[in-house]
């Protein structure tokens, strides 16, 4: 499980993140909501170590690794989609998708495991096309799919139907509820499309101004007014 216990950060003199304090679970999407400015891409970016945090812990399966170095986080089981994809545009869809097996031994990471490939066949079928020929949907999914590969317990993605066409989003949505559904993986989703977080969160969190302040089961969201609070 993931705890995240008042968390603090600042940036050229502002304070981003006032204690952000949340927990997301195995088995469990959660669903982070806010505006533009809100501060969730910095959380994300503390939690896996990018940005330090000036202040509170980062718990996970039940040690502190709020010193840790990113590199360390994804070899305890972390594994994170930013915004912009960044997959690597030069190389093939499967050395792509092999690079994100990289903390395991030589004999373990020689192979695509096959349930990428099943929760995303677009990628068997493209995997021998340079990453920068996809379109920005098959980018995404191959995003994800690299996280995937290093069979991580906790996935982070950022914004993930961003600049991508409905069929793909929809596709997306269903990835994410199968792997939800396996029991073993906390998914913690950062969203501004509201009817797709609304269609996927087991928990909801709602940030605004560097803090959580709203939060509840993702079947409430409607009836606690969440759209209001998060829609331009």
Same mark, same amino acid.
């Given at each position: 499980m993931l705890e995240i216990q008042e968390l603090h950060q600042y940036y050229s003199g502002s304070h981003i993140l006032r204690g952000v304090s949340f927990t997301a679970k195995p088995?469990?999407?959660?669903? /982070?909501?806010?505006?533009?400015? %809100?501060?969730k891409t910095t959380l994300l970016k503390c939690l896996m170590g990018l940005i330090p945090a000036r202040s509170g812990t980062v718990n996970w399966q039940n040690a502190n690794i709020t010193q840790r170095?990113?590199?360390?986080?994804?070899?305890? @089981?972390? %594994?994170?989609?930013p915004q912009g994809r960044e997959i690597f545009p030069r190389l093939t869809v499967e050395e792509n /998708?092999?690079? @994100?097996?990289s903390r395991f031994s030589a004999r373990d990471s020689g192979k695509v495991p096959e349930d990428i490939y099943q929760l995303f066949p677009v990628l068997r079928e493209m995997k021998q096309r340079r990453g920068g020929d996809l379109s920005g949907g098959q980018q995404q999914q191959l995003a994800i799919g690299r996280a995937l590969a290093s069979r991580p317990q906790l996935l982070i993605l950022d914004e993930p139907t961003e600049g991508i066409q409905p069929s793909v989003i929809k596709e997306i949505g269903e990835v994410i509820r199968e792997l939800a559904r396996r029991g073993d993986m906390a998914i913690l989703l950062v969203e501004q499309f509201y009817d797709f977080a609304a269609g996927l969160a087991d928990q909801y969190l709602v940030m605004s101004r560097g803090t959580i302040v709203q939060q509840g089961r993702g079947e409430n969201m409607e009836s606690d007014g969440v759209r209001g609070m998060v829609t331009i």
């Open positions: 088995g469990e999407i959660t669903c /982070l909501l806010g505006r533009n400015g %809100a501060g170095k990113p590199h360390q986080r994804v070899q305890a @089981g972390m %594994a994170y989609v /998708l092999l690079l @994100g097996m």
